[in-house]
């Protein structure tokens, strides 16, 4: 059973900052990708960043390339997001998803299908 609890959403104003943190319960974290999704009211979710099981290999969304960076603390259970330069449209529910069984163990899943696990989300809110 893997279950997943995202941190650290808010409110921050255009330009600011934020660091979202998914803590794992999960007995083999080590081997999982991990990735984060977004979903605004109204769209689907959507692919934002992800990383390989050991931490080296990251993907992001065009959209916030060179702003977020994932990484990944396998020490701790833990995968994070620093969002830097928020947009107003980075408003959303984050998701954290873990992918038990990625196809490729040296490129990140980038598909939301591929993820087997998801936590609750957290809030983030960018004022313009």
């Known amino acids: 059973q893997v279950q997943l609890v995202e941190s650290g959403g808010g409110l921050v104003q255009t330009g600011g900052s ?3 943190s998914c803590a794992a319960s999960a007995p083999k ?14 769209k ?11 931490g080296i290999s990251t993907a992001y969304a065009d ?17 994070y997001l620093q969002m830097n330069g928020l947009r107003s449209e980075d408003t959303a529910v984050y ?5 038990l069984q990625p196809m490729s ?9 591929e993820y087997d696990f998801w936590g609750p ?7 313009s």
């Open 44 to 54: 689907e979710r959507e692919f934002v960043a992800s990383i390989n099981w050991e």
């Open 105 to 113: 163990y040296s490129r990140p899943s980038l598909g939301r299908d």
């Open 63 to 79: 959209s916030v390339q060179g702003r977020f960076n994932i990484s990944k603390d396998n020490a701790k259970n833990i995968v």
């Open 29 to 42: 974290f080590l081997s999982y990708t991990m990735g984060w999704f977004r979903q605004a009211p109204g």
């Open 18 to 20: 934020l660091r979202l």
């Open 95 to 99: 998701y954290c998803g873990a992918d």
């Open 121 to 127: 989300g957290t809030q983030v809110t960018v004022s």
